[in-house]
């Protein structure tokens, strides 16, 4: 996994914005760090955290629980998250359970 701490990730022309980079392997084990994170983000004033998955090389269940769980959490404090760089399998999963009507992509 690698990601960006949300102190140092780097804002987006619009303030409250913060760009992480997922992958390239998103593991189980990950996604309790990733929530954590996120929470930080949300909690030091980003509004919008968008999640760039261009690097995951194995989309799978992991993957589509970590963005979930991100998501939620992004919604209980008030922010959202934006999916940027999903690849075609990556979003065939994402329809399969039902996430794109919920996950915003770019």
Request: charged share 25%; glycine share 8%.
């Amino acid at each position: 996994m690698r990601t960006d701490d949300p102190a140092d990730a780097r804002a987006e022309p619009s303030p409250g914005t913060v760009i992480w980079m997922l992958g390239p392997v998103i593991a189980r084990a990950d996604i309790p760090v990733l929530c954590d994170r996120i929470a930080l983000a949300l909690d030091r004033g980003a509004t919008l955290v968008i999640c760039d998955v261009s690097t995951v090389t194995r989309a799978d269940v992991a993957t589509i629980d970590a963005l979930a769980r991100l998501h939620l959490i992004a919604r209980r404090r008030g922010g959202r998250i934006l999916v940027r760089g999903a690849d075609p399998r990556l979003v065939g999963l994402l329809g399969l359970v039902g996430l794109l009507e919920v996950l915003p992509l770019a």
